[in-house]
């Protein structure tokens, strides 16, 4: 039986319709259960997680050490609000800046939030206290769906019903160091750049993108803002993808909390100081629970080896995927992985990935994202290596499409 079509999958979307925002379409599954990179839906049907709670489950569903780790600081000290510190969140504020120092701790200081949105909504305010209010994004970047965090997301389908949305923000087609260049005046306050696009579909800019966004930046006393919220943590093989390039500022979430909500606006050197008191806060951000959650995530990254899994592993599917004539185009580093199909299928991929027991993600109608837990196992990738021409003749099938359609 489809596990899509089951009387209990009905009455949940039902349920689902009736109770909750329609902000996201119906849901595709009812989940009940995860361990390592597999769920469960309601019906006891299991898959291979190639989505990972969109690059957040870094250590897959149920990881002894992050359940141990959330238990014993939630059953020890589970908030306190920011009058206060804690161990954890002294820990994880001083392991960050080490891992963005590269083993030696980088001369900064972190902002804890909840969310992604929330760590770019910080970084957007720290910009306005250089006295500047012009910011320089990218086409077809994505940094969240707040207000602010909006109004430096350049899709017309997010921003229009909102407007008018805060700031002077310039959009520059991404990875055009001239387009950068020719944007960024001595009135700009901050240059935003995701190291690889994530929600447009991985897309990686060309070598040496980043070092010129520095150049740029320091031409005009710009801040360099980096939105790590999607490749950072290990998702790319690297602790953060834009590794080597020197940030005022960079936010991170996804990864961090391994499902646990967290997130961070990490400023260094002189950025580090210019949120003063009064000027930016949060209840939640900085609670003890969620910091042990991004202590476990960290402390496991470095203990299973999985920065280097994430190379290994991602090489192997990139690699297995393309082999299919109709991926026309593979892009990404590490275990964040975007291909292009020579069809407009990717929906149907999706819906076959299902079926044959895969989540897997379409961003755009051609285009599918693959951002699995860290800890996906070798079986696992060869699972889907297995599956996958079955899955495009499945998708091609259902979406009408020749094989070699738009190639
Ligand atoms: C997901 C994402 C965000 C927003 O994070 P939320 O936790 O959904 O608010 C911001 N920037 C990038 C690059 C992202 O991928």
Redesign the pocket.
Known sequence: MSATSSDTMQQARERYAASLMNTFGPPKLQLVRGAGAHVWDADGNEYVDFLGG?AVNALGHAHPALVEAVTTQLSTLGHVSNFFTTEPQLALAEKLLELLGGGTPADGRVFFTN???EA?EAAFKLTRRTGRTHVVATEGG????TMG?LALTSKEAYRAPFEPLPGEVTFVPYGDADALAAAVTDATAAILV?PIQ??AGVVVPPAGYLAAARAVADEHGALLWI?E??TGMGRTGRWFASEGVRADIVTV??GLGGGFPI?ACIGLGEAGALLQPGNHGTTFGGNPVACAAGLAVIGTIEAEGLLERATVLGQKLRDGLTADPRVSEVRGEGLMIGLDLTAEAAAEVVAAGLRHGFVLNNTTPGRIRLVPPLVLTDDDADALLRAWPRILDDAYAAAGASDLEGS
Do not use: P, Y
């Open positions: 969109i969310s992604g949105a770019n994505f940094h969240g769906r965090a995701e994530g929600e939105d919220v999607q979430a996804k997130g």
